[in-house]
């Protein structure tokens, strides 16, 4: 099983920018889909965004236009650009890994991080 290890959270100022990194091991995460989720206190894990094996994003209506999501097999790793930070995006942002084409739920995926914090101050 790939093992993630997500870093770069931390506090911004609205309209910020943050550079999330997920860095996997024990596998190559060259046949997985990875995806970002978060989850703010009280509420469910929210998808964030997907990556296909092919380098193909899908992102939630919340997120589209302001991040990016993107892969680098050869490094082994996993980015999440997120511009234009809102307050609402503050959160536990976690990497996560499935064998699917097109994960979207937590439940498609396998593997899990450990979480980063995003705040976003107003």
């Known amino acids: 099983q790939v093992q993630l290890v997500e870093s770069g959270g931390g506090l911004v100022q609205a309209g910020g920018s943050l550079r999330l990194s997920c860095a996997a091991s024990?596998?190559?995460?060259?046949?997985?889909?990875m995806g970002w989720f978060r989850q703010a206190p009280g509420k469910e894990r929210e998808f964030v965004a997907t990556?296909?094996?092919?380098?193909?994003?899908n992102y939630a209506d919340s997120v589209k236009g302001r991040f990016t999501a993107s892969r680098d097999n050869a490094k082994n790793m996993v980015y999440l650009q997120m511009n234009s930070l809102k307050p609402e995006d503050t959160a536990v942002y976690y990497c996560?890994?499935?064998?699917?084409?097109?994960?979207?739920?937590?439940?498609?995926?396998?593997?899990w991080g450990q979480g980063t914090q995003v705040t976003v101050s107003s």
């Open positions: 996560a890994a499935s064998f699917l084409v097109t994960p979207t739920i937590p439940a498609h995926f396998g593997s």
């Open positions: 024990r596998r190559t995460i060259s046949p997985y889909a």
């Open positions: 990556i296909t094996t092919g380098g193909r994003g």
